[in-house]
């Protein structure tokens, strides 16, 4: 779904994660930026009932043993691994398109997590 698709304006001064992060804002979405552990797309979070953006695609994302409830806003990248807790697999319901750009949440309660897309 396209808001206007005859007089499209470029997005040409920031890129596509800081665009959603604004969007978030505006919409009262109390979020803070998450930074990568590493230089290749993966994850730390350690704050329990935290609101996260990931500021770069996500490969894998481990919470810490003391989180058990959180909601991440996040783009999986082209060679996205998935969540985990402590190393641990989560029981999941939803699902993840790796196609670099599309903005998911994962909401984390105790040993479960649940992808929703975000938009249209």
Known sequence: MSIN??????????DLLTAYGTMLKIASVSVTALNASDAEGNFSQTTNSATVICSEPVKSLNFGSSVT??????IPAYDYKGFTKTGATLTESGTVDADGCTLYTATLSTNAITFAKVGF
């Open 5 to 14: 698709a005859d007089r499209i304006v470029p997005m040409t001064k920031t």
């Open 69 to 74: 409830a959180a909601t991440v806003y996040f």
